[in-house]
């Protein structure tokens, strides 16, 4: 995350049956104790039940989401999933749905109060290769339980621009991912669509993600490649509601937790291009590396969350691990060579250790 250069955990797990649980202690670079990524969790059936303050992403993307990702700290929040199989003759056996809910307050995002955000999200699975996902957030009332809205307003998609629930916050959209093998390698391609603001009940002031990924197990080195991109600019719309600055922006909310965005790290008016991938050298040692071009603050806006101008830059990482059954070793290697004044991140070289056992 952007705004922990260095940190320590501790984790402490525990299931019996239908019952899991995860105490994760976090010392990080200003020593503050907390608790992110605790947890207890029921199961029962197609149901889990979860309580705690999870990492999610809401993403075909193994690293980025633009509506609810591991950028900022995790909401505190209680979260219902269901996740089953059509079981019908007219589609595949392979084919499944999944449903999450998710309700929680987002720290600080209400000028510099406390408000609740409500999401859900639902997968489809018609085919094993092919899948789509519907999305939304809706930030609404405060600390002091002013509500806004009627919780099924936060749930269902409705017109937030008129009327009682002109208050509410809402970011809508939608993702597709398709695999297709060719030979003994695999291409999967992946994109996502989420609207700031719904216009008429349907998202609008739209920003993308798009990646694509090959798997080539069939070489010296099994290597998965990555190449995605992200842009968070919006263009002026003719009716003036859409524009420069728009994506995680609202008159009354900001889409933020503990101040930074849900979403993509690099914020409103932001572009990304990344590389990366992953490459097995033997049975216990995997490599990772990525390289990626950003754009923060493109339209120079000084009441952007990152920087005061527009800045690009890049960063690069290297990472080796070395792993059994019980042991497993990480050592990673960075470099960027931009600065975020308004976030306090600098250009800087860094190198990163962890270790996990298993027992």
Known sequence: RTQNKSNINFNLEYSKRSISSQLSLNLDDQGKL??????????????????????????????????????????????????????????????????????????????????????????????????????????????????????????????????????????????LSYSAALGENTYHFYSQTIGEDEAGSLPSCLTWLTGLELTVPRIKFPTILTIEAIDTRVKKSTNGHCGPNTMYNNSVYDYINYDTVLGAPIDTEGTSLEIFGKSQISEKINIKYSTKLLT????????????????????????????TNKLKFDINIYNQDYVLDKSDIRSSFGLGFSSTVIF
């Open 34 to 175: 907390k608790f992110d990524n605790s947890y207890i969790s029921y199961e029962n059936g197609i149901t889990n039940i979860n309580i705690g303050k999870i990492d999610r992403m809401w993403s075909f993307s193994k690293k980025s989401s633009l509506i609810l990702s591991s950028n900022s700290r995790p909401l505190e929040a209680i979260s219902l999933n269901l996740q089953n199989k059509f079981n019908t003759n007219w589609l595949p056996s392979t084919a499944n749905w999944s449903v999450q809910i998710i309700n929680g307050p987002t720290r600080n995002s209400l000028n510099g109060k406390n408000s609740m955000l409500t999401g859900t999200r639902v997968v489809i699975k018609p085919t094993e290769k092919f899948s789509f996902e519907l999305l939304q957030t809706s930030q609404w009332g405060d600390q002091n339980d002013k509500l806004y809205s009627s919780n099924i307003d936060t749930l269902l998609p409705s017109n937030t621009n008129d009327g009682i629930n002109s208050r509410i916050n809402k970011m809508a959209g939608f993702g």
């Open 296 to 323: 923060f603050n493109d339209k120079d806006w000084s009441g952007h969350r990152l920087s005061s101008n527009r800045e690009t830059g890049l960063v690069n990482s290297l990472g080796i691990s070395w792993n």
